[in-house]
């Protein structure tokens, strides 16, 4: 009876394998359609952004006639490195560019250490005012940079250091969204990591260095891309805190460009080509830390 009845129900549900079957390869095919059309968007979005640096990477290697009659062309009619050529040998560049290593080397390593120190004080220690100089704080993340150019002007003139790398580098040195940062970083930390080594005999300064400063990597990589990209790309500071031309930084220098020093004309291909020398060493810095930028904190301890 039961051999009888599998042979009598096997037809039945071999008709109802064959009619639920093609459901896969529907599925399938509907999310391989799905995944295509995601990445053509992707690939559209990446193409928008990349499109205007290759343009100005192209544009570099014309000459005035060829920038001038196919401003966006990605082939040049003739290939020249004349505007680099101008740049590095007939203008300021090899100075500017000096200029803005030495102060975005000293902003970006002065910052780290200074916000992240803020930022651990306002983390773990408990004091009076604590609330208040956090309010304040966001207060100044709120302020336009633009409407502090004129009491910075004055600020700097009464210390003393106008044009001077001091008046440079030492207004830059701080930044409330780095201690922001680095305050809800040191929160997310668990507490027993440093009582752990206070029980050991670890002093504050100690644990901070050793202890929670080391797991603390992801939030120090984003302030070092933000304090490079920020000081190394900072132009309004620089018109303030200088008039010396010795003293003049990249930004400076490749905004002066616009009013055609080196040359008549247009001027596309260097003004392109001194842009792409400044893209150059923030790309470098980017690629280098955006492995590590998006870990996790380590070395967490097992409750």
């Known amino acids: 009876m039961t051999a009888v009845t599998e042979q009598q129900a096997s037809?039945?549900?071999?008709?109802?394998?064959?009619?639920?079957?093609?459901?896969?390869?529907?599925?399938?095919?509907?999310?391989?359609?799905?995944?295509?059309?995601?990445?053509?968007?992707l690939v559209a979005v990446a193409v928008i952004y990349v499109l205007p640096f290759l343009v100005q990477l192209a544009t570099s290697f014309k000459n005035d006639a060829d920038a001038a009659a196919s401003p966006v062309s990605l082939v040049p009619e003739t290939w020249t490195a004349e505007a680099y050529r101008k740049l590095f040998l007939n203008s300021d560049l090899p100075t500017w560019f000096m200029n803005s290593t030495i102060v975005t080397v000293v902003v970006t390593l002065g910052r780290v250490l200074l916000?992240?120190?803020?930022?651990?004080?306002?983390?773990?220690?408990?004091?009076?005012?604590?609330?208040?100089?956090?309010?304040?704080?966001?207060?100044?993340?709120?302020?336009?940079?633009?409407?502090?150019?004129?009491?910075?002007?004055?600020v700097i003139n009464q210390l003393g250091i106008y044009d001077s790398y001091a008046g440079m580098i030492i207004p830059l040195l701080t930044d409330a969204a780095g201690v922001f940062i680095m305050k809800n970083f040191f929160e997310s930390i668990p507490p027993s990591v440093e009582e752990q080594a206070r029980i050991d005999?670890?002093?504050?300064?100690?644990?901070?260095?050793?202890?929670?400063?080391?797991?603390?990597?992801?939030?120090?990589?984003?302030i070092i891309i933000l304090s490079f990209q920020g000081s190394w790309n900072e132009l309004g500071h620089f018109i303030v805190a200088t008039q010396d031309p010795a003293l003049t930084t990249l930004t400076k220098g490749v905004a002066g460009l616009a009013s055609g020093q080196l040359s008549e004309g247009s001027q596309y291909p260097i003004k392109l080509a001194a842009a792409a020398i400044m893209t150059v060493p923030v790309a470098v810095v980017f690629f280098i830390f955006q492995k590590r930028i998006m870990n996790t904190s380590e070395g967490a301890v097992k409750e």
């Open 115 to 154: 916000v992240s120190l803020a930022g651990y004080a306002l983390a773990r220690l408990r004091f009076r005012g604590r609330n208040v100089v956090f309010a304040a704080l966001v207060a100044v993340m709120a302020v336009p940079g633009i409407v502090l150019m004129i009491p910075k002007f004055l």
């Open 11 to 41: 037809p039945k549900h071999d008709l109802l394998v064959r009619k639920s079957a093609p459901a896969r390869p529907r599925r399938r095919s509907t999310a391989n359609t799905a995944a295509w059309v995601a990445y053509a968007i």
């Open 201 to 222: 005999g670890a002093g504050l300064f100690r644990v901070f260095w050793s202890i929670v400063l080391p797991m603390a990597r992801p939030a120090l990589v984003t």
